[in-house]
């Protein structure tokens, strides 16, 4: 019989305790400290009159505390909620209106007056040192594992539901990428993303050790700096964003971290330009492109980037579907363009979500059944070649329409990161008070650092021309340093829109 996600987790810590479990800037805790802090905390859920199955939410930072109270929740039959603690008040307390969840768990003081039934950081500690025995696991493959709310656009979050299942179909595909043994894997991602659970269960459920990199230092590119030389991993994964950060460090390459051998990137597109400087830098190393919404459990396709994809293809494919899992067009918003036929991407299989917590109307706009598997409708654009490799075109939601002509957002920004004299782009719609969008406007930054903004601005001018329609090419160029990033580390594209329209 397979081993279950938990069940794998915990017959690590009994044959090796002392395996090196999770490892925050040097502060090392084994798989046998994990189970112990998880045991007691599952211990203590049981006792209390909580509903069954009834989601608890955590208050997290990247910590062991966190994980350990994730393992505990779901010990004990519950599904955890993970908030990080950069997360608005706001943010906060929508999430509990919309989840009810039974208990707060909080790793970190709460920064507002929350109405449900709080175990504090210090009782935590206290529960975590017990040293209680955990009951016998009562989650089923169709219960929630985790919810994890997702950012909604009308501003009230949304929180998908992740089962056992859905969790372990996603595992167990990430366990066929031969994953070094015992991998020492980057954990960056905050927990409330769905991208840190790429880190999270592949790594432990196969005893290897979470090299976790703390916002505080992720934040602050001097830190980040500062910390690379001495961050040790097997595996990488991350956003294209945050690796651009990486890279600005030139000692980030094979010669300083020999033992980087995989490096997985979902969350956002990846660029022809960031995946080709990764190859010259890490020329031995995998380099794996992967989609997929937070809806279907964090990733459903994959592509090894290598020399000959990125001869063949200026914007990178996204991969193959998981074996379980079948993505297709949508019948009637495929279009014929060019020798392509494009349309919404909608995914079917076993690591598709139930739907949102608490929210049957957004659930039925987006979730159906197709041929007798649950299906999620992505909003995303794509189109899939005769061999069944996938390719991302953007956003259904990121079209806008200027003087006329349709134009994809995201097409923009995939030849303004081609231009040479671009290290980072972004294209961003100025809106008239009719609402509609009047002028494109870029958010770049350069690949030089001392430039003349007169000359470089007729210099991407003339190079867009010879790659892209007329109508297509911004209309201002705003230069900058670097990007924002949200927590999760994408492009703030929405804060850029917010500036740009204020």
């Given at each position: 019989m397979q081993q279950t996600i938990i069940q794998a987790i915990d017959a690590i810590a009994m044959q090796e305790p002392d395996r090196p479990a999770i490892d925050v800037l040097g502060q090392v805790n084994t798989y046998g400290e994990l189970k112990a802090?998880?045991?007691?905390?599952?211990?203590?859920?049981?006792?209390?009159?909580?509903?069954?199955?009834?989601?608890?939410?955590?208050?997290c930072d990247q910590s062991f505390a966190a994980i350990a109270a994730f393992l505990g929740c779901v010990k004990a039959g519950h599904a955890y909620i993970p908030v990080d603690t950069h997360s608005p008040n706001d943010r906060l307390t929508m999430i509990e209106a919309i989840a009810e969840p039974a208990l707060v768990i909080a790793t970190a003081e709460l920064p507002v007056a929350l109405k449900t039934p709080t175990m504090t950081p210090a009782q935590l500690a206290a529960t975590m040192a017990d040293g209680a025995a955990a009951p016998v696991p009562t989650l089923e493959a169709g219960d929630n594992f985790y919810i994890?709310?997702?950012s909604g656009t009308t501003g009230q979050p949304k929180g998908v539901q992740i089962s056992l299942a859905n969790l372990q179909s996603f595992v167990d595909w990430m366990a066929s990428f031969d994953l070094p043994e015992h991998a020492r894997v980057l954990a960056q991602a905050p927990f409330s993303f769905d991208l840190s659970v790429m880190s999270l269960y592949p790594a432990l459920t196969a005893g290897g050790c979470l090299k976790v990199l703390p916002k505080s230092t992720t934040a602050d590119l001097r830190q980040l700096v500062l910390a690379l030389p001495k961050l040790t991993v097997d595996v990488w994964v991350s956003t294209p964003s945050f690796i651009e950060m990486c890279l600005l460090d030139p000692t980030f390459d094979a010669a300083h971290h020999p033992e980087l051998r995989q490096l997985y990137f979902c969350g956002e597109e990846l660029t022809h330009k960031t995946a080709e400087r990764l190859l010259d830098r890490f020329p031995a190393a995998e380099v794996f492109n992967t989609y997929g919404p937070t809806e279907a459990t964090v990733a459903v396709t994959a592509v090894q980037i290598s020399r000959e994809i990125l001869a063949q293809y200026p914007r990178l494919p996204i991969g193959y579907a998981k074996p379980d899992t079948t993505l297709r067009l949508i019948a009637d918003t495929a279009q014929q363009e060019g020798d392509r036929v494009i349309g919404?991407?909608?995914?079917?299989?076993?690591?598709?979500?139930?739907?949102?917590?608490?929210?049957?109307n957004k659930t039925a706009a987006v979730f159906t059944q197709d041929r007798g598997r649950q299906a999620y409708r992505t909003g995303d654009l794509g189109y899939i070649e005769d061999d069944g490799l996938i390719f991302y075109c953007g956003?259904?939601?990121?079209?806008?329409?200027?003087?006329?002509?349709?134009?994809?957002?995201?097409?923009?920004?995939?030849?303004?990161?081609?231009?040479?004299?671009i290290r980072q782009g972004v294209a961003v719609p100025r809106y008239n008070r009719e609402h509609k969008v009047s002028a494109l406007l870029a958010y770049v930054v350069p690949t030089a650092a001392d430039f003349d903004a007169k000359a470089l601005t007729a210099a991407i001018h003339a190079h867009l021309q010879g790659v892209m329609m007329a109508y297509m090419i911004p209309s201002r160029f705003e230069f900058r340093d670097s990007l924002p990033l949200t927590q999760n580390g994408k492009v703030a594209i929405k804060a850029l829109i917010q500036e740009v329209n204020a």
């Open positions: 802090a998880s045991d007691a905390i599952a211990a203590d859920l049981t006792v209390r009159p909580l509903a069954a199955k009834a989601p608890i939410l955590v208050y994890i709310f997702t919404e991407l909608a995914i079917a299989g076993p690591s598709v979500s139930k739907g949102y917590l608490n929210r049957p956003r259904t939601d990121f079209q806008i329409k200027l003087n006329g002509y349709r134009i994809e957002l995201e097409e923009v920004n995939h030849f303004l990161n081609l231009a040479p004299m």
